[in-house]
C-alpha cells in the first residue's frame, strides 16, 4: 500500500514563526502536493512538485514555500506565520500516467495564535 | 479553467436507503473524474474514479458513480446506505490535455449523514 506520513497530526505556534510541514511517500511518486483544507472551501491548491527541486504554483502560494530536496520528501514552509493560516494541511502524492490517482497523508491541524 | 461543483453541502439519508451525492465539472478536455472520502480527522482516502470507458464506475465500499457526459455529472451512489459512510466526500477532474504533472481540482465537499 501507497503511504504519505506528514510529521505532525496537530501543531500550534505563535505569530512570526517560520513552520515546517514535512510530507514523506514512500512509492517512489513523481508528484506531490500541499493543499489546505477550510469548512465550505474544499481542498485548495497551495503548492506541487512534478520532479526532485521543481515546483510550480497552486491556486494560494501566498505565504507559503516548498522545497523538494529529495524524490520522496516535500516539505512546506510558512515564512512567517500568520493567524489566517490556521487549517487543516494535507500532502498528496501520485504516480506518472493520466488517470492515476492521488494518496493523502492523514493531515496536520495547524492553529496560529 | 477547469473546476468542480457539488451543490450540495449536507446529504441526509437514513440507513438502508439509497443515497446520491452530486458533482458537476467543467474542463475543456476529455475528464478525469475522481471521488474520495475523508472521515473525522483524517486525510482522503480514494474511492472510485472514471478514466474512460463503462459509463458506470463501481468502486470501495459498495459506492458507484454514474459518468454523464451531456449533463457534465458525476454523481456518487449507493443502493443502500449505512451509518458507517457518514462522512465527508469529494469530487475532483483532471483535465486530459495537459501532462501527468498537472493539478486535480477538488470541490467544497458534501457531507453526508446516514440517520439509524
Known amino acids: 500500500d501507497v503511504k504519505v506520513t506528514q510529521s505532525s497530526r496537530y501543531l500550534v505556534k505563535r505569530t512570526g514563526e517560520k513552520v515546517f510541514l514535512e510530507c514523506v511517500q514512500d512509492?517512489?511518486?513523481?508528484?506531490m502536493f500541499w493543499y489546505r483544507q477550510d469548512p465550505g472551501l474544499g481542498l485548495r491548491l497551495i503548492y506541487f512538485?512534478?520532479?526532485?527541486?521543481?515546483?510550480e504554483k497552486g491556486d494560494i502560494p501566498e505565504g507559503y514555500s516548498v522545497s523538494r530536496e529529495k524524490k520522496e520528501r516535500f516539505s512546506l514552509i510558512l515564512e512567517s506565520a500568520s493567524t489566517n493560516q490556521t487549517s487543516m494541511y494535507l500532502c498528496a502524492s501520485r504516480g506518472t500516467g493520466t488517470g492515476v490517482e492521488a494518496f493523502f497523508g492523514q493531515g496536520t491541524r495547524l492553529t496560529v495564535v | 479553467a477547469q473546476s468542480v461543483a457539488q451543490p450540495e453541502d449536507q446529504v441526509n439519508v437514513a440507513e438502508g436507503n439509497p443515497l446520491t451525492v452530486k458533482c458537476t465539472y467543467s474542463v475543456s478536455g476529455n475528464p478525469y473524474l475522481f471521488w474520495y472520502v475523508q472521515y473525522p480527522n483524517r486525510g482522503l482516502q480514494f474511492l472510485l474514479k472514471y478514466i474512460t470507458g463503462d459509463n458506470l464506475v463501481k468502486g470501495s465500499y459498495g459506492f458507484e458513480a454514474e459518468f454523464n457526459k451531456s449533463q457534465t455529472s458525476f454523481h456518487l451512489k449507493k443502493p443502500s446506505a449505512l451509518v458507517s459512510d457518514s462522512a465527508l466526500y469529494f469530487c475532483?477532474?483532471?483535465?486530459?490535455?495537459?501532462?501527468?504533472?498537472?493539478?486535480?481540482?477538488f470541490g467544497s465537499g458534501t457531507r453526508l449523514s446516514i440517520r439509524p
Open positions: 512509492m517512489d511518486h513523481e508528484n
Open positions: 512538485s512534478y520532479d526532485v527541486k521543481m515546483k
Open positions: 475532483a477532474v483532471r483535465d486530459s490535455r495537459y501532462s501527468s504533472a498537472s493539478k486535480i481540482i
